[in-house]
């Protein structure tokens, strides 16, 4: 059987008989008719966000596995409803597939797919299929909510709020760049490149302790993603380059190249989040369950201080919000 045979409506009852529906879900309706009809919870707002995965501009077929292609497709957007504190909900995908795409390749890639949303809570309720005579394209849109006073924008960051960044930085830019030099990259590494995780718990848990000032998630770099913080909040920020957290092969790649550390300021795709906390709230930090560390990496400054970093030595600099730009050189 290939897609041929199958056809596009052959397809998406594929992908309909794949999905489990829950009862206490709140859709009336998935896939299947002409929209999905949807409860939310009493008293939360509607999160959405969506994200465009390319082939070749953001994937390679021989660098991934489809499998992890559609959990990571799933994690890059749930990770946007994470950094708004939000809970995700409902899931849209979006294919358009050359017509000479192996079927094997799309069942991994929606078992993958699916298996993510129900990691994270989502299920998939609805999308658009066609065929494509460029690249495959892969559009998902999600849907989360949250109780309307716990949204967590970009915009609150305050002077002498603290920075704080979840996990650790760097690692998928790493094993990107030991793709791109034709080297397999250690299996940490890859892990974190190619099966991203959003960090749905760490999010909530801040937004139900009304902790962060204000949150952004780490999927362009964290100069950049802190530039955009900044820029929204009106404020500057003095970040500490010794405190940046790196994994044990960052750290082993680094001691052999310094240079690398720059990976862990402006490489992408960590989907960390980002969030500043203030001088009263900071102690209610520790209290915070769920196993992914948080590490305090900088302070929030005044906007004509502009972004400055301070390296091991002591000695400050100004730094630009560099970071992954798709127009850009
Ligand atoms: P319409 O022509 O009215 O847009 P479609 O034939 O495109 O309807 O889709 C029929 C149903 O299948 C809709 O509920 C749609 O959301 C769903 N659907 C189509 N493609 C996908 C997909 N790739 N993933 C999930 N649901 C899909
Ligand atoms: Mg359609």
Redesign the pocket.
């Known amino acids: 059987m290939n897609l041929a045979q199958l056809g596009e409506f052959g397809f998406?009852e594929r992908?309909r008989q794949a999905v489990r529906e829950t009862a206490e879900s709140g859709v009336r309706i998935g896939?299947?008719?002409?929209c999905?009809v949807l409860e939310l919870p009493p008293g939360e707002l509607l999160l959405t966000s969506t994200d465009l995965l390319i082939e070749e501009v953001h994937f390679r077929s021989e660098w991934s596995d489809w499998r992890s292609l559609g959990e990571k497709s799933v994690a890059v957007n749930v990770s946007d409803i994470a950094a708004m504190g939000g809970r995700p909900r409902h899931l849209y995908?979006?294919?358009a597939i050359p017509s000479d795409r192996p079927l094997a390749d799309l069942d991994r890639f929606l078992e993958g797919f699916l298996a993510a949303a129900d990691e994270y809570g989502a299920l998939?309720v609805?999308?658009?299929?066609c065929g494509s005579p460029g690249p495959l394209m892969i559009a998902v849109t999600v849907e989360g909510a949250t109780p309307a006073d716990q949204v967590i924008y970009r915009s609150g960051a305050r002077p002498g709020d603290g920075i704080y960044v979840s996990g650790v930085l760097g690692d998928s830019a790493l094993a990107l760049r030991c793709l791109r030099d034709g080297l397999p990259p250690e299996p940490e590494l890859a892990e974190r490149h190619h099966r991203p995780r959003a960090r749905v718990a760490l999010g909530r848990a801040l937004a139900e302790l009304a902790l962060p000032s204000a949150m952004i998630d780490v999927s362009d770099g964290l100069l950049a993603d802190l530039g955009h913080l900044l820029r929204a909040s009106a404020a500057g920020a003095q970040l500490e380059s010794p405190r940046i957290p790196l994994s044990k092969s960052f750290r082993k790649a680094l001691a052999a190249d310094p240079a690398l550390m720059e990976l862990a300021m402006s490489g992408g795709e960590d989907y960390e989040l980002l969030f500043t906390v203030s001088e009263e709230n900071q102690s209610r930090l520790t209290a915070l369950s769920g196993g992914v560390p948080v590490t305090r990496i900088g302070t929030v400054t005044t906007a004509d201080r502009g972004l400055r970093l301070l390296g091991p030595t002591g000695r400050e600099r100004p730094v630009d919000a560099r970071g992954f730009n798709h127009f850009g050189s």
């Open positions: 998406i992908i896939i299947g008719d002409d999905a995908l979006g294919l998939l609805g999308g658009d299929t």
